[in-house]
T-cell receptor, first 109, second 120 residues
Framework: EDQVTQSPEALRLQEGESSSLNCSYT??????LFWYRQDPGKGPEFLFT???AGEEKEKERLKATLTKKESFLHITAPKPEDSATYLC??????????FGKGTMLLVSP | GAVVSQHPSRVICKSGTSVKIECRSL??????MFWYRQFPKQSLMLMAT?????????EQGVEKDKFLINHASLTLSTLTVTSAHPEDSSFYIC????????????????FGEGSWLTVV
């Protein structure tokens, strides 16, 4: 059974204070690891897909990296509009994704 | 880009009644749609996989007779919560996959905006 654990559960940052979110996973045959952003009361918004260890992807202030056991979402100089819950999910060959519980990020001005 | 639309975004119903939530793919045909349930501060939990023209596949522990799923066309799947009770109150989210693309690419799985159900 695929398992995804995200940490921390919640993170409070000051604007401009860089940090990282962690996603640890246990999966038999990883075919993809995904990061989504979810705003309160909204559906998840796709950010990145990572397929193999060593891969990195960037989008604005976000950079996602992948190892064989975990993924990090690095947030550089965050802004208040980056406040959201960030979800990590894995795909191992079945029809859909297994999600972690998410990290709730709050960036204060 | 592709868009998945859910309706209604919020619904309040009385205990014992049924409520229907619609999930539409607006600019692509979705042979497969997924229904999730999300409790506050919890992860998305897959309820069922909806396949166009066939019966839905339910996850273990999900009551088929309570959560009726119909995928009658390539652009519409519906979730009907029958005889709703307060414990059914939750955030329900659907997602759809563009057919023909590798499922391993998360960019091909699009999520709706979600529907808040409150049973009073």
């Amino acid at each position: 059974e695929d398992q995804v654990t995200q940490s921390p559960e919640a993170l409070r940052l000051q604007e401009g204070e860089s940090s990282s979110l962690n996603c640890s996973y246990t999966v038999s045959g990883l075919r993809g690891l995904f990061w989504y952003r979810q705003d309160p009361g909204k559906g998840p918004e796709f950010l990145f897909t990572l397929y193999s260890a060593g891969e990195e992807k960037e989008k604005e202030r976000l950079k996602a990296t992948l190892t064989k056991k975990e993924s990090f979402l690095h947030i550089t100089a965050p802004k208040p509009e980056d406040s959201a819950t960030y979800l990590c999910a894995v795909f191992s060959g079945y029809s859909t994704l297994t999600f972690g519980k998410g990290t709730m990020l709050l960036v204060s001005p | 880009g592709a868009v998945v639309s859910q309706h209604p975004s919020r619904v309040i119903c009385k205990s014992g009644t049924s409520v229907k939530i619609e999930c539409r793919s607006l600019d692509f045909q979705a042979t497969t749609m997924f229904w999730y349930r999300q409790f506050p501060k919890q992860s998305l939990m897959l309820m069922a996989t909806s396949n166009e023209g066939s019966k839905a596949t339910y996850e273990q522990g999900v009551e088929k007779d309570k959560f009726l799923i119909n995928h009658a066309s390539l652009t519409l799947s519906t979730l009907t919560v029958t005889s709703a009770h307060p414990e059914d109150s939750s955030f329900y989210i659907c997602s759809a996959r563009i057919p023909g693309q590798a499922v391993g690419d998360g960019n091909t799985i699009y999520f709706g905006e979600g529907s808040w159900l409150t049973v009073v």
